[in-house]
């Protein structure tokens, strides 16, 4: 293997690390769309990646460590994917718009091999209270929040709960992405449909 | 065992394969809304039953009968519990603010050990094409239809697109047991709210 040129032995290790820590947690997250969280384990990703067992439980320690790894890639390719791209929309209602039409194509054409992430993995970590949970539910309010200061900034009258209409658009936003797995295409105007009446209530 | 003293052995057998399929579907839905149908197997039922695995068998004949039969049973308990207590009510805002309640207390009190059924067995099914899919699919159907039917009964207008009003007060509904399972309280009247909402709409 080529020695990075500019870089001395222990650097190159730890280029070579990170990179393995990417390769790893791509398969993580991948494996963690199709199953959950609780079916990863050191053994399963070494298969998959053709790092052996004891590199990829050197790169994490514990079973726990790498799930809460695994949570914090998937935020940090969601946030790249689904929030970058509208950072240079207008706040309110051109924003929000841009969100959804960003979320519609992440549940569209999935980034990851299962579908959403957060779909496949809630629903198996929410009835066991601890630090992977938490780490889920933290990523789940500031999407929440996102939402909630975009509909806030978007909306004319600032009498409406603002909290109320997030939660809405995020349960219906979830919806189209179960919906879409299902084969019903036309789930993508709900969550169009329902943005709009958000913006406009 | 005592003999079912009007019946013969036939009538017998008949009545206690019956309530050997009962006790045995009572397992396979609380396994299902704790792991999802794929771990379901004849093995575990009858570890977690004390039926015989050939019994089970027996009972089932393949894997995804058993699948096919537990959504039923599922189906069966939760028209029961949530929509037959709201039959004597008037169409419209009454049974559907009925359906909501038993909907809630559903989700506040789940009936069966890991949870809403519904929403352990989908994200892991619909990926999957084939009858057991299907099966959940029109479970899902046609609950969304009755929210639609008794939302149209209930607004004054018509002009409304009644199925868009329904998806979204279902994806709200699966959001509060979403929400409840991670200790949210207050989720319950996000639901209130936003059949209140729809309603006057």
Redesign the interface.
Known sequence: MLRPVNADGNDGRRLRGNRTRGIVLDAAVNLASEDGLEPLSFGRLATQTGVSKAGVQALFGTKQELQLATIAHAARVFAAEVIAPTDRLTPGAERLTGLVERWIEYAETPLFS??CFW??T??EQ??HPGPV?DAL?SQRDAWIGLLARELAEARSSATE?GQ?AA??L???L???N??L??GEAS?SD?AR??ARQLINA
Do not use: E, H, K, Y
């Open positions: 299962g579908g779909s496949a809630m629903p929410d009835s949970r539910v709960d109320l939660f809405q995020n349960a219906v979830s919806a189209v179960s919906a797995r299902l789930a709900r449909d329902t």
